[in-house]
């Protein structure tokens, strides 16, 4: 198998997602079998250089370092689910 | 004559000469998104006020002599591109009851136009997916036969246009999004150059890949639609600093001289007799027409699933990250602010979208990351390389779009690497950065369409337009019988 469940458990961790036992389990099976297609990359021999990424698009240039009209704040809070002109979120500190 | 099947040019030709006014030309996909759309699932969402008063706008512009391409054309939008006002989902539970407040960069071009917003499309859930099967919300069904997958992620959008449910429509495609969809129902889809288009406003999946383009009845509504969005962008650090063309100039000419290579390894056995004999018969077809066919190999087509799927998994990992029910999306419960995190995402997101996270985070993660994440890096040059190479012998590059016709729904759920492989006549070109159009080359005995994708050099989006052009002109498409 290519992924055990204690590595699952850190991707997890990482990926601040829960899953409970017997969902973990079933995920761990299918990401052994997504890494083992994955894996057949390892044969190919050949090193990233990163001085040879320039596919020739000149993308744009940093703007000019101006303050410009934002979203005025309640429009924001709108999609937030609790509001009181600030985003609340369980108490973080004692 | 049903004006819903009309083309965007004729629909122009009617608005401007008044045998049909803006609200009744929107009027009347509505009447057919009310009579068929309970069959096919394409929308999400469905605008119907809005629109009202989008083509009372664009009447107002057609009758003082101002109107453009798209003055009054009723449009589709995939729904994981943001509209001010208007519900955005991504097909997500996490984005549920998510109403953007700004337009993405492609839906302020469309509204200077003047455009009627018909709805928001559905999808694979953040564009993840092939089937539209994991859209939380409306499971889209192909118009060819509705127990079949409409290819995604923008499986709505193509649905609607395959279904005349729309004229066009807006899709994006991270790994072949717009084409795969756009071969399975039968229309027409183009994945422009990388930076070629604004992203600014479509929700993230794999920054490096994403790109916004059309989705129509024809390569010549794509260039229509293509006019419209394209164009550099002071949002988006990405967009290209490159000189928009017409990209209509070169539609109609001919395709006599031009070089069409076929790469072997897209015609191995991996892809499905009845595409190869479609697509290798429309390759003869635009030889009469004087085009040169030259053989051609891409070896690195071998490891373009993995190095496809380790970078647009690590770059949705980290821009997934963003969600946590705080700001805004679905919020789950919790005591800590790292349980609420935690739940939010765990219930918000669904099992295929956590899946993707998980590989990008292992790709990623320390041990991992030279191996995996820096090899698909490598990988990614190589093939960038060898695709330059066929350009030095080649105007385009024509290839199935995917190894199969439109497949039955069910038929690859809980079996995500059969899913994955399937996109394999597609990522390269993401990969690449380089632009690439599906049209329909041919129908199966079953009467289920067959894409064809013909590549093009960066920024060439006008010579990829005229080949498909030149190949639709003497085939004659079967509408879907609904």
Redesign the interface.
């Known amino acids: 198998m290519a992924?055990d469940t204690n590595?699952?458990r850190?991707?997890?961790e990482?990926?601040?997602?829960?899953?409970d036992e017997n969902a973990l389990e079933k995920?761990r099976d299918?990401?052994s079998?997504?890494?083992?297609?994955?894996?057949?990359?390892?044969s190919?021999d050949?090193?990233?250089?990163?001085t040879?990424?320039n596919?020739?698009?000149?993308?744009?240039?940093?703007?000019e370092d101006a303050a410009l009209p934002s979203?005025p704040t309640e429009?924001?809070l709108?999609?937030?689910?609790?509001t009181d002109g600030c985003?609340v979120?369980?108490k973080?500190v004692e | 004559m049903d004006i819903t099947r009309a083309k965007i040019r004729e629909l122009r030709k009617a608005l401007d000469e008044k045998q049909i006014s803006a609200e009744e030309l929107c009027g009347e996909y509505f009447k057919k998104i009310k009579a068929d759309d309970t069959k096919l699932l394409s929308y999400i969402t469905v605008t119907e006020d809005k629109a009202k008063e989008m083509a009372a706008a664009a009447q107002k512009l057609i009758d003082e002599g101002k109107s453009s391409a798209l003055t009054g054309i009723p449009l589709a939008i995939k729904d994981n591109i943001c509209v001010e006002g208007v519900r955005t989902t991504c097909s997500s539970k996490m984005l549920e009851?998510?109403?953007p407040?700004?337009n993405a960069t492609v839906i302020e071009k469309l509204n200077a136009d003047g455009y009627v917003l018909l709805g928001k499309t559905s999808m694979d859930e953040f564009a993840m997916g092939g089937s539209n099967q994991t859209s939380a919300f409306a499971k889209t069904k192909n118009p060819y036969d509705t127990e079949r997958v409409p290819g995604g992620s923008s499986g709505g959008s193509a649905a609607a246009v395959s279904a005349s449910l729309a004229p066009a429509a807006l899709g994006s495609d991270t790994g072949g999004s717009i084409r795969q969809p756009s071969a399975f129902c039968g229309v027409t889809g183009i994945k422009p150059?990388?930076?070629r288009v604004s992203r600014y406003g479509l929700v993230a999946f794999a920054s490096s890949l994403d790109q916004i383009g059309p989705i129509c009845s024809d390569a010549r509504d794509c260039a229509v639609m293509l006019n419209a969005i394209c164009g550099?962008?002071?949002h988006?650090?990405?967009?290209?600093?490159?000189d928009v063309p017409d990209f209509t100039a070169k539609l109609g000419q001919p395709v006599k001289g031009m070089k069409i290579a076929m790469p072997k390894e897209f015609f191995s056995d991996d892809i499905d007799n009845d595409v190869k004999s479609a697509v290798e018969k429309a390759a003869k077809s635009l030889e009469a027409q004087g085009a040169e066919l030259v053989e051609c190999s891409i070896p690195g087509l071998k490891?373009a699933?993995?190095?496809y799927?380790?970078i647009a998994c690590a770059e949705a990992?980290s821009n997934l990250?963003r969600f946590?029910?705080?700001?805004?999306?679905f919020?789950g419960e919790?005591?800590?602010?790292?349980?609420?995190?935690?739940?939010s995402?765990?219930k918000g997101?669904g099992e295929e979208v956590?899946?993707r996270?998980?590989?990008g985070?292992?790709?990623l993660?320390s041990g991992y990351f030279d191996?995996?994440y820096?090899?698909?890096?490598?990988?990614k040059?190589?093939i960038?390389k060898e695709y330059n190479e066929v350009f030095e012998l080649a105007d385009v590059i024509l290839t199935p779009t995917a190894p199969t016709p439109a497949y039955k729904i069910g038929a690859q759920d809980n079996d995500?690497?059969k899913m994955?492989?399937a996109d394999i006549c597609t990522v390269t070109v993401n990969i690449?950065?380089l632009p690439g159009i599906s049209t329909t080359c041919g129908y199966t005995a079953d009467g289920l369409p067959i894409g064809m994708s013909i590549i093009g050099k960066?920024f060439d989006e006008q010579t990829i337009l005229q080949c498909a052009d030149a190949f639709e002109q003497g085939f004659e498409p079967v509408a879907p019988k609904l």
């Open positions: 992924i590595t699952i850190h991707l997890c990482l990926s601040k997602l829960d899953y995920v299918e990401m079998d997504i890494i083992d297609l994955m894996d057949t990359i390892k190919f050949l090193t990233y250089d990163d040879k990424d596919n020739s698009i000149k993308f744009s240039e940093t703007r979203f429009k924001l709108a999609n937030a689910e609790n985003y979120v369980p973080v | 009851n998510f109403v407040p700004y150059t990388y930076g550099q962008d002071a988006d650090a990405t967009s290209a600093r490159a490891y699933i993995p190095a799927y380790l990992a990250s946590d029910g705080i700001k805004y999306g919020r919790g005591r800590t602010f790292e349980e609420l995190i935690r739940d995402r765990s997101f956590k899946r996270i998980l590989l985070n292992y790709a993660s191996a995996y820096k090899k698909a890096l490598a990988l040059q190589e960038i995500p690497v994955y492989m690449a950065t960066r």
